[in-house]
């Protein structure tokens, strides 16, 4: 781990990274569930 300062902006981008990470997991994970749905209805979801 460095010791140097992080910037505003850098902070600002590493937080939009981090969303757009968590909506892209999102999407996958609904895509994901309604594959499951659709493939065998007898699988409940989790």
Known sequence: MSN???TE???VKFS???RNAAN???IACMS???CYV???SSVQEF
């Open 16 to 18: 939009e990274d981090l």
């Open 24 to 26: 892209d997991l999102k």
């Open 38 to 40: 659709t493939e065998a």
């Open 9 to 11: 902006s850098e902070l």
């Open 32 to 34: 994901l569930r309604s």
């Open 4 to 6: 140097r300062t992080v």
